[in-house]
């Protein structure tokens, strides 16, 4: 009795999404992170400047509340921008707002939708392609599938559902 061999993964049944509208969608979730950190940052700078008095001398300044400060907000911003992406990309719509308005959608290999825990590997992984001069981010113009270094990192692909 011969037994079946185990199927391989298939190409998503969508085509691949190429780099400008990736660019594009990318704006759009810029837009609306920036927004919502410019009120993060406005509540916080509101607390600093109870630490930093205008001509207060150096010497009087509390570094170790100031670093906390600004520790926290850019904790709470990273927290943000973190469940933004892996929440919305591994949620039934599959992408994230900016993706979702160009009709993209992130997948598996399979086209599937993708699980919290590797939405996530693939927000960390996009700090790989940032750190190495956004050459990552620019392997999607030059690969067969359109993926960026985070992408084959993560196992992921975009899509375009139109």
């Not at 049944?13 to 950190?37: E, K």
């Not at 919305?88 to 959608?105: F, I, P, R």
Request: glycine share 10%.
């Amino acid at each position: 009795m011969a037994t079946a061999a185990p199927a391989r993964p298939q190409a998503a049944p969508s085509q691949y999404a190429g780099f400008w509208i990736r660019v594009a969608a990318w704006f759009i979730d810029a837009v609306i992170l920036g927004i919502v950190n410019s009120i993060i940052m406005a509540f916080f700078g509101g607390g600093l400047s109870t630490l930093i008095k205008p001509g207060q001398d150096a010497s009087t300044l509390n570094l170790a509340a100031i670093f906390a400060a600004v520790g926290t907000m850019l904790l709470v911003t990273f927290a943000i921008q973190f469940a933004y992406f892996t929440f919305l990309e591994s949620s039934e719509k599959q992408a994230t707002v900016g993706k979702m308005a160009l009709g993209l959608k992130v997948t598996d290999a399979n086209g599937k939708r993708i699980s919290v825990g590797r939405a996530a590997g693939r927000w960390f992984s996009k700090m790989i392609s940032g750190m190495i001069l956004g050459i990552g981010y620019l392997m999607v113009a030059f690969t067969e599938k359109k993926q960026g270094l985070h992408d084959m990192i993560a196992t992921t692909f975009v899509v375009s559902t139109k």
